[in-house]
């Protein structure tokens, strides 16, 4: 093997062209003062410590500093050759068990055949929700799903759902086993932040953490024998485009019959959709809300930042009334000292901070 080829390979291993030549000059001398190896490689001598002590941390050379003058001597090629072996071991189980996680959660798709699997898809994604989700689906299917929606609701889930199939709120709370009676009425807020019902039929349609959903045709949750087929997927990039369908083609469309009471503040907010949905909550309470959000500027630097103040106004779409200027809008106005600062979530484009993490409370 020629010298180059040697030295691509020691490369492979993290060593930088400098410690690749001292180590290479090294093997040739088996052990040598720092200063013949120094004129060997090209290098400094002061240099030659330095990488010397590198080297011996990674089982190439050993540093006898005892002696006068030091003297650096290179370890057999099958010691470190065994040692680059049992590192290789060591470390491939981790990524091993990473690269399989990334199989899992990463760009994945399922054609899903029958209603009664895309009903168990729904409980499935629905249990998994960490912070937000999004879901239309047919008021007849609703009981099904009702308890894996109330469950995500108490863990702090944010909930859009829209109940297809009916006219109103009363044929809702019907149809999860209620009456229009104040006594035994179904509170709708028990399963969904916002509910709003279309006497459309529309596509099933769910996002869960905007990573993962599940969209079905409508024909193949209303009839037993429909040959349509739902997709089921796992996508960074295709969940918020079917969030921004839902909230811009469907959301507006259908009417708003319940809506959740504002949660006690104070909470941060690592999805800032939840935080622009609890901060109209409460400053259309009447209460001042004070924001601190830690995020980056958006310009071409993107520079860590830190805002903090009074809630100004807010812009959504979530509650009627909407004051949105395109579907996906959602940000917050913080009134700082040095003047008013416009807040969006991941990927905002038109505000003036990208929010990473963002705290309420309430003045």
Same mark, same amino acid.
């Given at each position: 093997?020629? &010298?180059?080829?040697?030295?691509?390979?020691?490369?492979?291993?993290? %060593?930088?062209?400098?410690e690749?030549?001292?180590?290479?000059?090294?093997?040739?001398? /088996?052990?040598?003062?720092?200063?013949t190896?120094?004129?060997?490689?090209?290098?400094?001598?002061?240099?030659?410590?330095?990488?010397?002590?590198?080297?011996?941390?990674?089982?190439?050379?050993?540093?006898?500093?005892?002696?006068?003058?030091t003297?650096?001597?290179?370890?057999?090629?099958?010691?470190?050759?065994?040692?680059?072996?049992?590192?290789? &071991?060591?470390?491939?189980?981790?990524?091993?068990?990473?690269?399989?996680?990334?199989?899992? #959660?990463?760009?994945?798709f399922?054609?899903?055949?029958?209603?009664?699997t895309?009903?168990?898809?729904?409980?499935?994604?629905?249990?998994? *929700?960490?912070?937000e989700? +999004?879901?239309?689906?047919?008021?007849?299917?609703?009981?099904?799903?009702?308890?894996a929606?109330?469950?995500? %609701?108490?863990?702090?889930?944010?909930v859009?759902?829209i109940?297809?199939?009916?006219?109103? *709120?009363?044929?809702?709370?019907?149809?999860?086993?209620?009456?229009?009676?104040?006594?035994?009425?179904?509170?709708?807020?028990?399963?969904?932040?916002?509910?709003?019902?279309?006497?459309?039929?529309?596509?099933?349609?769910?996002t869960?953490?905007?990573?993962?959903?599940?969209?079905a045709p409508?024909?193949?949750?209303?009839?037993?024998?429909?040959?349509?087929?739902?997709i089921?997927f796992?996508?960074?990039?295709?969940?918020?485009?079917?969030? /921004?369908?839902?909230?811009g083609?469907?959301?507006?469309?259908?009417? #708003?019959? *319940?809506l *959740?009471?504002?949660?006690?503040?104070?909470?941060?907010?690592?999805?800032?959709r939840?935080?622009?949905?609890?901060?109209?909550?409460?400053l259309?309470?009447?209460?001042?809300?004070?924001? +601190?959000v830690?995020?980056?500027?958006?310009?071409?630097?993107?520079?860590?930042?830190?805002?903090?103040?009074?809630?100004?106004?807010?812009?959504q779409?979530?509650?009627?009334?909407?004051?949105n200027?395109?579907p996906?809008?959602?940000?917050?106005?913080?009134?700082?000292?040095?003047?008013?600062?416009?807040?969006g /979530?991941?990927?905002?484009?038109?505000e003036?901070v990208?929010?990473?993490?963002?705290?309420?409370?309430?003045?």
């Amino acid at each position: 093997m020629d &010298d180059r080829t040697l030295a691509d390979l020691l490369r492979r291993f993290g %060593l930088s062209e400098k410690e690749t030549d001292t180590y290479l000059a090294l093997l040739e001398y /088996g052990e040598a003062k720092a200063s013949t190896v120094a004129d060997a490689a090209g290098v400094s001598k002061r240099y030659v410590y330095s990488v010397s002590e590198s080297l011996a941390d990674r089982g190439f050379v050993e540093v006898h500093d005892h002696a006068v003058p030091t003297t650096i001597r290179a370890n057999p090629p099958e010691e470190v050759i065994e040692r680059l072996r049992s590192d290789a &071991d060591a470390i491939r189980p981790g990524l091993e068990e990473r690269y399989s996680r990334a199989e899992r #959660e990463t760009e994945q798709f399922e054609v899903v055949k029958s209603r009664v699997t895309v009903i168990k898809r729904i409980r499935s994604l629905l249990e998994g *929700a960490d912070a937000e989700l +999004t879901l239309s689906i047919p008021a007849k299917h609703l009981p099904t799903v009702r308890d894996a929606l109330a469950d995500a %609701l108490d863990r702090g889930v944010l909930v859009l759902l829209i109940v297809t199939d009916v006219e109103d *709120a009363a044929e809702v709370r019907d149809v999860l086993g209620g009456t229009e009676g104040p006594e035994d009425s179904v509170d709708l807020v028990t399963i969904a932040s916002v509910v709003r019902t279309w006497s459309e039929a529309m596509s099933t349609m769910l996002t869960v953490d905007s990573a993962r959903g599940l969209v079905a045709p409508p024909e193949l949750l209303r009839r037993s024998d429909s040959d349509r087929q739902a997709i089921a997927f796992s996508q960074a990039q295709l969940a918020p485009v079917i969030v /921004g369908a839902f909230m811009g083609n469907y959301w507006p469309a259908a009417d #708003e019959v *319940a809506l *959740a009471e504002p949660t006690a503040l104070p909470v941060e907010y690592e999805d800032f959709r939840q935080a622009v949905f609890q901060a109209t909550l409460h400053l259309r309470a009447g209460r001042t809300v004070h924001a +601190t959000v830690a995020g980056r500027w958006i310009d071409e630097d993107a520079e860590p930042v830190e805002v903090s103040g009074p809630v100004g106004s807010v812009k959504q779409a979530m509650i009627e009334p909407t004051n949105n200027e395109f579907p996906v809008e959602n940000s917050l106005t913080v009134e700082t000292d040095e003047g008013p600062v416009s807040v969006g /979530g991941r990927g905002a484009f038109v505000e003036d901070v990208e929010a990473e993490l963002t705290r309420l409370a309430v003045e």
